[in-house]
T-cell receptor, first 107, second 115 residues
Framework: RKEVEQDPGPFNVPEGATVAFNCTYS??????FFWYRQDCRKEPKLLMS???SGNEDGRFTAQLNRASQYISLLIRDSKLSDSATYLC????????FGAGTILRVKS | ETGVTQSPTHLIKTRGQQVTLRCSSQ?????VSWYQQALGQGPQFIFQ???????GRGNFPPRFSGLQFPNYSSELNVNALELDDSALYLC??????????????FGPGTRLTVL
């Protein structure tokens, strides 16, 4: 079993849709949590950190449930430019990445 | 841009050869981490260097080795290349802070193909 599990997708959604990604992690010693975005053949870029209290950045909302070892990302009002792979990441003195969830937003 | 640079951008080698990949970290950062990303997978942690010392290693064999220099730039060396070493190699620089909440900034990667 992988330490960080994500649904690979792809999620195909129309512009303006709301889409949610989920992620589970197995190591309770994980210290901090992130969502990264990776465009095709490019490097990963930090989208946002994830906190237990939940945090929002514009159209993006991230949530962490430490008891269930579960992380989520909600994207509202999807744009064509949101098409990418979204990587769930936990930090245990090293970054541990999930395999990513592919999002395709279509007009 | 993150200010992290990697060279070369692309590289083709044959099985059994050796390769050296290079990374220049963002100004002010003292930590460099290396990752291997195979097609369709997330990046996998290879190792991390902090102030020229290895500071953590993932599940990679000893033929993967590294260096960090006084200016905090870094090299990844891979000996006896195998076909499965074909991947995107990413380096990420960060400033080590207490609490572990130190953001890592990725370079554009080196795409290695082993034939």
């Amino acid at each position: 079993r992988k330490e960080v599990e994500q649904d690979p997708g792809p999620f195909n959604v129309p512009e303006g849709a709301t889409v949610a990604f989920n992620c589970t992690y197995s190591n309770s010693a994980s210290q901090s949590f992130f969502w990264y975005r990776q465009d095709c053949r490019k490097e990963p870029k930090l989208l946002m950190s994830v906190y237990s209290s939940g945090n929002e950045d514009g159209r993006f909302t991230a949530q962490l449930n430490r008891a269930s070892q579960y992380i989520s990302l909600l994207i509202r009002d999807s744009k064509l430019s949101d098409s990418a792979t979204y990587l769930c990441v936990v930090n245990r003195n090293k970054l541990v990445f999930g395999a990513g969830t592919i999002l395709r937003v279509k007009s | 841009e993150t200010g992290v640079t990697q060279s070369p951008t692309h590289l083709i080698k044959t099985r059994g050869q050796q390769v050296t990949l290079r990374c220049s970290s963002q100004s002010g950062h003292n930590t460099v981490s290396w990752y291997q990303q195979a097609l369709g997978q997330g990046p996998q942690f290879i190792f991390q260097y902090y102030r020229e010392e290895e500071n953590g290693r993932g599940n990679f064999p000893p033929r993967f080795s590294g260096l960090q220099f006084p200016n905090y730039s870094s090299e990844l060396n891979v000996n006896a290349l195998e076909l499965d070493d074909s991947a995107l190699y990413l380096c990420a620089s960060s400033l080590a802070l207490q609490g572990g909440r130190n953001e890592q900034f990725f370079g554009p990667g080196t795409r290695l193909t082993v034939l």
